[in-house]
């Protein structure tokens, strides 16, 4: 199980990955900045790997209630190091029920560190 306030931190984490963050791009527990919602629409200025992985913090923020990028759009337009930490976070998400969100605590972290 997702902890509280995870969502809201993975969405943010997955946005500062895209490298629209310090474009305004980001997450709050309240949801996504004004500048998300343009990624969404299509209406914010960026590349479709940036669009990408914010496509898929608004998947995680709606649970999976929506269309989700698929396979191949991922496969075929992100970069290695962002399909790596995308896995890394599926299999962390995958834990969750057995560990009470501590992989994913982790997958946190771990994105934390590298962003500095």
Not at 62 to 74: H, P, Q, S, Y
């Amino acid at each position: 199980m997702i902890r509280n306030g995870q969502l809201a931190r993975i969405a943010d984490t997955l946005c500062i990955r895209s490298g629209l963050h310090d474009r305004g791009v980001c997450w709050t527990s309240r949801g996504p900045s004004k500048e998300a919602l343009e990624v969404e629409a299509g209406t914010f200025g960026c590349s479709s790997g940036e669009a990408l992985v914010v496509e898929v913090a608004f998947a995680f923020w709606n649970n999976f209630n929506r269309k989700v990028a698929i396979l191949g759009d991922l496969l075929g337009t992100l970069s290695g190091c962002h399909l790596i930490a995308i896995g890394e976070l599926l299999v962390a998400l995958g834990k969750a029920e057995h560990d009470q969100g501590a992989a994913v605590e982790a997958w946190l972290r771990t994105e934390d560190d590298d962003a500095r």
